[in-house]
């Protein structure tokens, strides 16, 4: 029996695809994670905005197109948050966030169970790419204003850090890079006393190197910066959520920093790593953000010299502080989102030229015949090629030469 795995949202949703995966293959069962037909499709659903539990809905109708005949599981945010919107769908199995793996059994009928108060331990996945996510934390305590999430994934759970190191171990075998990823990275270790300082010295004798997918601007302090540079194998590439460079409008999503302390944050990361990529979640329009407070973000973002930002449209979800409040017109929020995109074309932009002619380390993670394409320690996307003879999944030194498409076109060293 052929199952495909799909995961339509972050990459603890994919750890947790890989691991439902581990366990079906296991039980003798041929497992794709992509659009194929299929026996049996397993869907990881998201449910962060109003467009992401969408096309989770829409999803069932997709995998139908491959077989009418399929037996379909639902499992994730869209379904913890309204498992009905899944029952008439002619949808097999119904479950939520908590005992993901419970999938694997292919029962029938709508299992969203309690979310669990201590982080759930699944089993390790299949490495298969140069650049490999492990799950170390679920859940979150901020309960920003506008995030649903706290609501479906529960409250911050940390993995022991024995356990990390033997899934990094395995994962190490074949990989060139591993992301600690979790839904609040930033609380990890705070429920079993521990700390990502403890976690990153942890990982030092690993040989592999290693990001953060997400982090808080509050965690940023010396004693983490240090333990991640005397470690030599974390990258410099720090991912800090801002939302907003208004104050107001911070203080409004209950976001607990000021412009300013992020801006701190950002400086003392340039300390310790200079050639830092720092990278960056913008909403605009939220509910309470006035043309004056949008200008002040803009103006904010544009002075960071951020060197990827990820641009959201609000998005109403209910159940959340912020439901309440009177939305702005869309069209409004659709000119924001437009100009806010306009610096973070020109951002990205000045961030890659910067490093023409700087000789970087690459982990090259897929060929397309043309060019071998990877990511430097900063996460600049590298295209070499072809001609350089260079393979998928090694570590390369390369020369930055020129901006191209999305990234730099590099040749080896």
Do not use: W
């Amino acid at each position: 029996m052929k199952i495909a795995i799909i995961n339509l949202g972050c990459k603890v949703n994919q750890c947790e695809c890989d691991s439902i995966a581990a366990r079906m293959m296991s039980y003798g069962y041929e497992v794709v994670q992509e659009f194929v037909p299929a026996d049996v499709y397993v869907i990881n659903t998201c449910a962060v905005t109003q467009e992401a539990e969408k096309k989770s809905r829409q999803c069932v109708a997709r995998v139908r197109k491959y077989n009418p005949d399929a037996k379909v599981y639902v499992i994730g945010c869209a379904s913890q948050k309204n498992p009905e919107q899944f029952a008439n769908k002619g949808v097999t199995y119904i479950g939520g966030c908590g005992n993901k793996q419970a999938v694997c059994e292919l029962g029938e009928g709508v299992h969203v169970e309690p979310l669990p108060t201590t982080f759930e331990t699944l089993d390790f996945g299949k490495g298969t790419h140069a650049r490999e996510c492990v799950k170390i934390q679920d859940g979150c305590n901020n309960f920003c204003s506008y995030c649903i999430v706290p609501y479906l994934r529960g409250r911050a759970r940390s993995r022991s850090i024995d356990d990390i190191l033997c899934e990094c171990r395995l994962r190490a075998l074949t990989a060139h890079e591993i992301v600690l990823t979790g839904i609040n990275v930033s609380a990890y270790g705070k429920d079993i006393g521990s700390s990502l300082v403890e976690l990153v010295r942890a990982l030092k004798g690993i040989p592999v190197r290693f990001r953060f997918g997400s982090l808080e601007a509050g965690v940023i302090e010396p004693k983490l910066l240090r333990a991640m540079k005397d470690g030599g194998h974390f990258c410099p590439h720090f991912h800090l959520s801002l939302q907003s460079g208004s104050d107001e409008v911070l203080r409004a999503m209950n976001r607990h920093y000021t412009a300013k302390e992020f801006a701190g944050k950002v400086a003392l990361i340039r300390d310790y790593f200079p050639l830092a990529a720092i990278t960056t979640d913008v909403i605009v329009g939220f509910a309470t953000e006035t043309k004056e407070q949008f200008e002040e973000s803009l103006a904010f973002v544009e002075s960071m010299g951020f060197a990827g930002i990820h641009v959201f449209p609000y998005s109403r979800r209910q159940g959340t502080k912020a439901y309440s409040l009177a939305p702005i017109p869309a069209d409004e929020i659709n000119e924001r989102v437009a100009r806010m995109t306009k610096v973070k074309e020109a951002s990205a932009k000045a961030f890659i030229h910067s490093f023409i002619g700087y000789e970087l380390e690459v982990v090259t993670e897929t060929a397309d015949g043309m060019y071998m394409q990877g990511h430097t320690e900063n996460y600049i996307k590298i295209y070499l090629p072809s001609a350089e003879t260079c393979k998928v999944n090694q570590k390369y030194r390369v020369r930055c030469l020129a901006p191209y498409q999305d990234g730099m076109l590099a040749e080896r060293i």
